[in-house]
Structure formats: structure tokens, C-alpha cells
């Protein structure tokens, strides 16, 4: 028999005991836990660690194992795409995993993935689930709001402080054909005599 290596102590960890392996017997679980580090895209935006994650699931009992749905709820953070200010909001997610009974998924007439979830000794770790749940949840590229006009890319000035914000430009494309016309003026200037009478 191999030992479990889940902690029931552990904050993702739920024991699944009530259950009793009765197909149709049903068990609810409401609790709070820090989440944990790095949950979140890539710095843009993410829960902070250890702020608080709101579990609110069902466990039900089926012939292959447990099944876990319910939602996830947490509080993020992260800079607006567009001006890279501070936001933040609520990331509300839907949970659903199916756990499967060791002796099930090392029966070799069960087809089976590597990557399936399984219930070690009655017990069941939500964090993977969780983290792809939130993730997945996420604002892609959040938004101070909708209509953020964002930054000036000369300057980096915001145009929400300044909607009239601009920069007199020419195109890269007529810049050396306005340097022959400045030299050009600049040359007829300096050489342009005064009025002449005629014979």
C-alpha cells in the first residue's frame, strides 16, 4: 500500500472520508484559505499571496471517484494594459474535477489519462484545479476601464489627464525632403538681392 503524500492539514487539501465511497452520497464544503504564490498571469495581474480564496464546493461520490464543482472566489491585483495603473476587482471561477479512485485508475481495463487527478487515501488536492480555474478566470488584459485612452508613446504623458495631449511630428518618411526645402529657403534667403532698375 502506498502512503499518501497529502497533508489533511494542508490549506487545498480536502478529506473526503464522509463520503464513505457511496455512489450518490454527497458532502459541501465552505472555507477560506490563503492563496498561494504566483497565482496569476506572468506579473500583469494575479491574487496576492496569501490573501484570501473563497471555497464554496460540492463533493460528490460517483462509481470512479469523487467529483469536485463549486466556485472560487478571490481578490486581485495587477496595472491597467493601456496607462499601468493600479486596478483591481474579484475573480470569480467555476470548479469542476473529477478524482479517481486509485484501485480504478490502475485497473488496466479502465482507460485512464497520466494526467487525471486521483484521490490518495481519501483524500483530495484542489490547488492544481484551482490555479488553472483562477488563471483562466482572470482579466487577459485588464483595464483601468474600458475606455482607457493610455499613454502617450512620445512622452509617456496619460491622455486621460490630458485628452488635447500631442506632439507636432513629421513623417520619417518626408524628413529628409524637409531638410533640402529648410536649406533650399534658407540658401535663396541669403542670396536674394535688392530691387534692380531697368535700363
Do not use: I, K, Q, Y
Given at each position: 500500500m502506498t502512503l499518501s503524500t497529502l497533508d489533511p492539514r494542508a490549506p487545498f487539501v480536502l478529506v473526503t472520508h464522509e463520503l464513505g465511497r457511496r455512489p450518490g452520497s454527497t458532502q459541501r464544503v465552505t472555507r477560506t484559505v490563503p492563496a498561494p504564490g504566483d497565482l496569476g498571469l506572468g506579473g500583469v495581474v494575479g491574487v496576492p499571496e496569501r490573501a484570501d480564496v473563497e471555497l464554496n464546493l460540492r463533493l460528490d461520490a460517483v462509481m470512479e471517484g469523487v467529483l469536485v464543482s463549486g466556485t472560487v472566489r478571490a481578490r486581485f491585483e495587477g496595472e491597467c494594459v493601456r496607462c499601468l495603473d493600479s486596478i483591481g476587482g474579484e475573480v470569480v471561477a467555476e470548479i469542476q474535477e473529477l478524482y479517481v479512485y486509485p484501485e480504478r485508475a490502475?485497473?488496466?481495463?479502465?482507460?485512464?489519462?497520466?494526467?487525471?487527478?486521483?484521490v490518495e487515501d481519501d483524500m483530495v488536492d484542489l490547488e492544481q484545479p484551482i490555479r488553472d480555474a483562477v488563471v483562466l478566470a482572470l482579466p487577459q488584459?485588464?483595464?483601468?476601464?474600458?475606455?482607457?485612452?493610455?499613454?502617450?508613446?512620445?512622452?509617456?504623458?496619460?491622455?486621460?489627464?490630458?485628452?488635447?495631449?500631442?506632439?507636432?511630428?513629421?513623417?520619417?518618411?518626408?524628413?529628409a525632403l524637409a531638410g533640402l526645402l529648410a536649406d533650399e529657403t534658407k540658401e535663396s534667403g541669403s542670396t536674394r538681392a535688392g530691387p534692380t532698375e531697368e535700363n
Open positions: 490502475d485497473d488496466p481495463d479502465t482507460e485512464t489519462d497520466d494526467d487525471e487527478m486521483r488584459s485588464p483595464t483601468c476601464r474600458p475606455d482607457c485612452p493610455g499613454l502617450c508613446p512620445v512622452c509617456g504623458a496619460r491622455f486621460a489627464d490630458d485628452p488635447d495631449h500631442a506632439h507636432e511630428s513629421t513623417d520619417p518618411r518626408w524628413a
